[in-house]
Each structure stands twice: as structure tokens, then as C-alpha cells.
């Protein structure tokens, strides 16, 4: 499993944005983030899981990539597939 300071810091990434507006775009205090990414303090893991949610359905990755492993978005096709006669 990834560490949670990796991960968050991959989130952000993704998203084009940095630590700063990333912090006014989801109301996280700066400093609680900029904890998470140096692993001074871990980021409850609902809270990554709700990042990743909102990040992947809002398409707010950058990275085409990310989008297109984004694990709801294959889930979401899947269900498309399974509707079509």
C-alpha cells in the first residue's frame, strides 16, 4: 500500500494545482496539508478516499492517465456496457 504522505501529494499533483490553491480549493488549512505531505501528520484515510472521489469525478486529474485508471470511472463503463443490448 502507498504511504498516505505519497499519496496525498499524488492527488495533488494530479489535479494541476499547487499546495496552495489546492488548499483553498478543498478548504484544507495549508498547514495541515503541507503536514500530510512531508509525513509530520497522516491524513485520515476517508479523508484520501473522498479526495480521490471527488478528484477522479470532477475530472480534475490532469493526467489523461489517472483519469482513465480511475477506478469509478472503469466501474461507471462497465455498468454503460452492461446496459447496451
Not at 56 to 76: G, T, Y
Amino acid at each position: 500500500m502507498m504511504d498516505k504522505a505519497k499519496k496525498i501529494r499524488e492527488l495533488r499533483e494530479s489535479t494541476g494545482m499547487n499546495r496552495r490553491e489546492f488548499c483553498e480549493y478543498f478548504q484544507i488549512p495549508y498547514r495541515t496539508v503541507s503536514e500530510w505531505e512531508r509525513d509530520g501528520r497522516h491524513a485520515p484515510d476517508y479523508v484520501l478516499r473522498l479526495l480521490e472521489y471527488y478528484i477522479c469525478m470532477e475530472e480534475l486529474s490532469k493526467r489523461s492517465e489517472h483519469a482513465q485508471n480511475c477506478p469509478l470511472r472503469v466501474i461507471k463503463q462497465e455498468k454503460k456496457e452492461m446496459k447496451k443490448p
